[in-house]
């Protein structure tokens, strides 16, 4: 029986992703009852009643659980081409929504669940958990506090293995192997950055995973206000991939990352000149192994923010605008690789 300051959650989507990142943290966390899930499989649903006991009423239509009366929250973890939809449902049933990125696979359906999320004063996040990775807000606080100067550089660097089969390799169901992939990337560089995206200059091509309709390379340059630019690099052809190589550069320093080692390094001119920082392990919040092997730190804090977000009436970190512009950049670079010319941002952002 749940408490009266508890809240109860709904779990659309209970594959994978959605049992192994979103249902296994929730059912640890205070204050929380996950008492309803949905899947068109009956074996994820099967699994899902193993982690989160036999209680758990499920559902093989979504629509069927936001139209519970008896739910808070709603935890939409469906495939991308399903977010607007969902989300917007559950927003208009009065739910609170935490969303999968991306947000929407266009700015349209984007502004349809901001919209929603006004009307019915309700909290929305959406799960760009990289912002909640310790070992990238460290970087976020020595920007903040002049470490490297005036941030001029930022870049990322990811050489892995294929994602995982099935509706990953779709074009429509994903919006695109940048919008499936990367979208998290530009959100981190979006919020590093601290200022507005101008243009997208970026190639791209299927190269070697011909038997998939998505993009299996990418190298993406976006330039911001004031002259600062960004640059992702991609494969997703490259064995033993695992770290993800994330650096700032100002005119005071630099700063280097690995996200698997859990290491960042700090570069200045003057002595000392490098300075090695582990960062620390949140305990249970290295549970989750994503695709590619790598553990993921960002899935349980970014929950609990949401939570607390709820229950103090708070904008969150990863709200709708800031999740929209990192569609917008997303759209921008496809739209780039496919016209094979700059794209600005005013196209796109609005």
């Given at each position: 029986?749940?408490?009266?300051?508890?809240?109860?959650?709904?779990?659309?989507?209970?594959?994978?992703?959605?049992?192994?990142?979103?249902?296994?943290?929730?059912?640890?966390?205070?204050?929380?009852?996950?008492t309803a899930a949905s899947s068109r499989s009956a074996e994820s649903l099967a699994a899902a009643r193993g982690i989160a006991g036999d209680s758990l009423r499920t559902y093989s239509d979504w629509r069927e659980v936001v139209a519970l009366d008896d739910l808070d929250v709603i935890v939409v973890a469906l495939t991308n081409d399903?977010?607007?939809?969902?989300?917007?449902?559950?927003?208009?049933?009065?739910?609170?929504?935490?969303?999968?990125?991306?947000?929407?696979?266009?700015?349209?359906?984007?502004?349809?669940?901001?919209?929603?999320?006004?009307?019915?004063?309700?909290?929305?996040?959406?799960?760009?958990?990289?912002?909640?990775?310790?070992?990238?807000?460290?970087?976020?606080?020595?920007?903040?506090?002049?470490?490297?100067?005036?941030?001029?550089?930022?870049?990322?660097?990811?050489?892995?293995?294929?994602?995982?089969?099935?509706?990953?390799?779709?074009?429509?169901?994903?919006?695109?192997?940048?919008?499936?992939?990367?979208?998290?990337?530009?959100?981190?560089?979006?919020?590093?950055?601290?200022?507005?995206?101008?243009?997208?200059?970026?190639?791209?091509?299927?190269?070697?995973?011909?038997?998939?309709?998505?993009?299996?390379?990418?190298?993406?340059?976006?330039?911001?206000?004031?002259?600062?630019?960004?640059?992702?690099?991609?494969?997703?052809?490259?064995?033993?991939?695992?770290?993800?190589?994330?650096?700032?550069?100002?005119?005071?320093?630099?700063?280097?990352?690995?996200?698997?080692?859990?290491?960042?390094?700090?570069?200045?001119f003057g002595p000392p000149d490098r300075t090695v920082m582990k960062i620390a392990d949140d305990g249970d919040a290295a549970n989750f192994t994503d695709s590619s092997g790598r553990i993921?730190?960002?899935?349980?804090?970014?929950?609990?923010?949401?939570?607390?977000?709820?229950?103090?009436?708070?904008?969150?970190?990863?709200?709708?605008?800031?999740?929209?512009?990192?569609?917008?950049?997303?759209?921008?670079?496809?739209?780039?690789?496919?016209?094979?010319?700059?794209?600005?941002?005013?196209?796109?952002?609005?």
């Open positions: 029986m749940s408490s009266p300051d508890t809240l109860r959650v709904g779990l659309l989507g209970a594959g994978w992703f959605g049992r192994e990142a979103h249902l296994r943290n929730l059912v640890s966390l205070g204050g929380v009852s996950v399903q977010h607007h939809a969902a989300a917007t449902a559950a927003l208009r049933a009065g739910k609170h929504v935490f969303c999968e990125k991306p947000l929407g696979l266009t700015l349209g359906e984007c502004d349809d669940i901001i919209a929603a999320a006004g009307e019915a004063h309700r909290v929305l996040q959406i799960g760009h958990e990289m912002r909640f990775q310790r070992l990238y807000g460290q970087v976020k606080e020595m920007i903040a506090r002049g470490d490297i100067g005036d941030l001029q550089l930022m870049w990322c660097r990811e050489f892995r293995g294929p994602m995982r089969p099935g509706w990953r390799s779709s074009e429509a169901v994903t919006g695109g192997a940048i919008l499936e992939k990367n979208v998290h990337h530009f959100d981190l560089f979006n919020w590093m950055m601290d200022c507005a995206p101008v243009r997208v200059s970026a190639h791209g091509g299927t190269n070697v995973l011909t038997d998939r309709e998505i993009l299996d390379n990418a190298q993406i340059l976006v330039e911001y206000e004031g002259g600062r630019r960004a640059s992702l690099e991609l494969c997703l052809f490259a064995p033993h991939g695992g770290d993800c190589e994330i650096g700032v550069c100002g005119d005071k320093g630099r700063i280097d990352t690995r996200n698997q080692a859990l290491e960042l390094v700090h570069h200045r993921d730190r960002g899935i349980r804090p970014q929950l609990e923010h949401f939570l607390e977000c709820i229950r103090h009436d708070r904008v969150p970190l990863n709200d709708g605008t800031s999740a929209r512009l990192a569609v917008a950049v997303c759209l921008a670079a496809q739209e780039s690789i496919r016209r094979k010319e700059t794209v600005w941002m005013e196209e796109f952002a609005g």
